[in-house]
C-alpha cells in the first residue's frame, strides 16, 4: 500500500500547522546557552578580594594583576555583576610561591633550561550552592632558556602564568563538566 503525499492537501496543511506549532514552542520556551560553558545558576553577584602576595619573592603589581585579571574574567564570561563586599559567589586568597629553579642540565653541567612557576592558594564560597564552594592551590609554570635572566622575560611568563591560573580557578568555580 503506496500513500501519495505528494497531491495531499492535507499533507501540506498538517505539515504548516506542524511548522506553526514548532514555532510557536520554541518562542514560547526560553533557551539559555553559554558559549563558556559557565554555570552561575541562582548566582546574581560575585566578588574578588585582593590576593595578597606571600610569596617568599614578592613581585610588585603581581597581586594586582591577578586579582584584576580574576575580576575581567568573571565580567567578560560571566552575566554575574561585580559587588565590593561579599557576593553569592566570592574568591579570596594569596598568591603563596614565586620561584625559578633549573630544569634541565645540559652536558657541560649548566641548567639549559629554567622552570618559572607561580602558585596561588584560592578559597571560592558560593552562597547558593555551598557544595560548589572550595578551598584549592592552583600552580602553573612556563619554561625558558637558561641563556636568558629571568628579568627579561619575567613579566611575559609572568602575564602567560597569571592567565593560565585565572582560566584554572574560573573554570574550577563555574564550569561544571
Not at 42 to 58: D, E, P
Not at 101 to 124: C, Q, W
Amino acid at each position: 500500500m503506496e500513500l501519495n503525499l505528494r497531491r495531499s492537501g492535507t499533507t501540506k496543511g498538517l505539515l504548516m500547522i506542524l511548522v506553526v506549532i514548532s514555532f510557536a514552542g520554541m518562542t514560547a520556551c526560553k533557551v539559555s546557552y553559554s558559549f563558556t560553558g559557565a554555570s552561575t545558576k541562582g548566582l546574581t553577584t560575585v566578588s574578588i578580594q585582593y590576593f595578597q602576595n606571600r610569596a617568599s619573592l614578592v613581585q610588585p603589581g603581581l597581586s594586582q594583576s591577578l586579582t584584576d585579571a580574576l575580576i575581567d574574567k568573571c565580567k567578560s564570561q560571566t552575566s554575574l555583576k561585580t559587588v565590593n563586599g561579599i557576593g553569592d559567589a566570592n574568591f579570596e586568597g594569596e598568591i603563596s610561591d614565586y620561584y625559578t629553579r633549573p630544569l634541565t642540565v645540559g652536558a657541560d653541567a649548566e641548567a639549559a633550561m629554567n622552570r618559572f612557576t607561580i602558585t596561588v592558594k584560592v578559597k571560592f564560597t558560593n552562597s547558593v550552592d555551598p557544595e560548589l564552594s572550595f578551598e584549592q592551590t592552583f600552580s602553573r609554570y612556563q619554561d625558558y632558556n637558561s641563556n636568558l635572566d629571568l628579568s627579561q622575560v619575567e613579566k611575559e611568563l609572568a602575564d602567560k602564568i597569571v592567565e593560565m591560573i585565572v582560566e584554572d580557578i574560573f573554570n574550577q568555580a563555574f564550569v561544571n563538566w
